[in-house]
């Protein structure tokens, strides 16, 4: 065989393992769990959240008196969705 199909076959049955390893044998899933967002992600961590956009997503700033939106694609920030000081005036 050429060391191609030999690639191929290779990278084809170590993906298979590996899917195959992440199943957890008698774990059934059932459609109240999955309804119920039992396996949704919340957050990104350290109060990442994304924005339903899909472009956005918000943290609040080091001293936690805003609400900062930024870009996915940049990372840089956009907008200040919320602010203590702002608010209070």
Known sequence: MKKGT??????LGLSLT?????QQ???TMT?????????ASRSAGRG????????HY??????????LRYSFAT???VD????VDKARE
């Open 6 to 11: 030999l690639l191929a076959l290779g990278l």
């Open 18 to 22: 590996t899917v195959l390893a992440a």
């Open 25 to 27: 044998p008698g774990r």
């Open 31 to 39: 459609i109240e769990e999955i309804n119920s967002g039992a396996f």
């Open 48 to 55: 990442m959240r994304s924005m339903s956009d899909g472009l």
């Open 58 to 67: 918000t943290m609040m700033d080091k001293a936690h008196k805003a609400i």
């Open 75 to 77: 990372g840089q920030l």
């Open 80 to 83: 200040t969705l919320f602010s």
